[in-house]
């Protein structure tokens, strides 16, 4: 029959695991009566059901982020798995050899902290901590521990101004837009960067771009799939999968570099000479910054062209649902997320024009 004990000032928990091999568990000091009660009924609750594990069987924070990683495997892309590889391989080093039980919220809190303290980009802490996270829940389902430490732990909050991937925004503005497209002499790459600041697609769904894709009598592309680590992938959600709206300039730019285009058996709008995919990298490093250098623009990333086309979708007053479809974001809660403090000057307009409305001033 299962009991509580004492031993000294502590107690301890005496009984038989569902193979009926007698089990001493001592509690930890200052432990009382009451929970060790508590904790026994715990267990024989478990006998009962058939979940119970001995702490023997408890596995450590490596073996069940192994096993995660094989469950993850067959359900997602190579490179995302590639990046999850990473994170276990990288940045538990504190929890590695220690059973996952013994995970407290006080370990996650300094995790975190730490991290901090050493200036990792919050968008990489982030993810580290959705891959955290889901390693803490597969040991839940499997019956290792009964809660998820991170989901009581202080998460990392922003400064703001972030974008998606949780840098600063940097944004050119109407000036800076026409320097670079004058610098950037070359046809195809021209229409690329025009095309990256009138649509907001990110870098991938521009590679992929098909010249199947663009409607031309309703003044649109529509963005099906991207290109990213050498592969094409169909868009994440349904939200991604979208038709953008491009003006009649743009358009005329298409037209004029459609005639110019390699031929290929991709049909791709951005190839290179051959008829293949475009190398991110050499377009980036070859005319994107150079292209900036010669306009006398300070260096960005190409994904700050996106955000100089939400900024203007802004300036100009459209609606935050029209903005969040035309970006592909999955809600307008993620668009006001990233781009509010753009809408701080509009937002002042709108008050002033509110009252003078009212009050007639």
């Known amino acids: 029959m299962a009991k509580v004990r004492k031993r000294g000032t502590s107690y301890f928990l005496d009984y038989y695991d569902h193979e009926g091999i007698r089990q001493r568990k001592l509690l930890p000091k200052g432990t009382t009566k009451k929970s060790a009660q508590e904790k026994l009924r715990e267990i024989e609750d478990q006998l009962s059901k058939g979940n119970y594990i ?37 940045h538990f080093d504190e929890f590695q050899n220690l059973k996952i039980d013994r995970i407290t919220i006080k370990m996650v809190d300094q995790f975190i902290i730490d991290r901090q303290t050493d200036g990792m980009n919050i968008s990489t802490l982030r993810k580290i901590l959705v891959s955290l996270r889901q390693i803490l829940s597969l040991a839940m389902k499997r019956g290792y521990c009964h809660t998820n430490p991170l989901d009581y732990a202080d998460m990392p909050t922003s400064q703001g101004n972030e974008t998606d991937n949780g840098d600063k925004i940097q944004v050119l503005n109407r000036a800076d ?32 771009l098909k010249w199947p894709d663009i409607q ?10 991207s290109f990213n680590n050498q592969r094409f992938y169909d868009t994440k959600t349904k939200g991604s999968n979208r038709k953008i709206d491009i003006g009649p300039a743009m358009l005329k730019k298409l037209k004029k570099w459609r005639i110019a285009c390699p031929p290929g058996s991709l049909d791709l709008i951005f190839p290179t000479e051959a008829g293949n995919p475009m190398n991110h990298n050499n377009m980036v490093n070859r005319y994107f910054l150079p292209g900036l250098k010669l306009a006398g623009l300070e260096k960005i990333r190409f994904h700050d062209l996106r955000h100089t086309y939400a900024s203007l979708l802004i300036d100009q007053g459209e609606n935050i649902k029209y903005i969040q479809t035309q970006l592909g974001h999955s809600n307008p809660t993620v668009t006001l997320n990233v781009y509010a403090h753009l809408m701080e000057k509009t937002n002042r307009v709108s008050a002033q024009k509110l009252e003078d409305a009212i009050l007639g001033n």
């Open 216 to 225: 031309w009598e309703a003044s649109q592309i529509h963005i099906q799939r």
């Open 54 to 90: 001995s702490a023997q069987e408890i596995p450590t924070f490596d073996r069940v982020a192994l096993e995660w990683l094989e469950l993850k495997k067959l359900k997602i892309r190579a490179s995302t798995w590639a990046v999850y590889e990473g994170h276990t391989r990288n």
């Open 177 to 208: 837009i026409s320097g670079l497209l004058d610098a950037v002499t070359a046809h195809k790459y021209h229409v690329l960067f025009s095309l990256a600041i009138f649509s907001g697609a990110r870098q991938g769904e521009l590679l992929g």
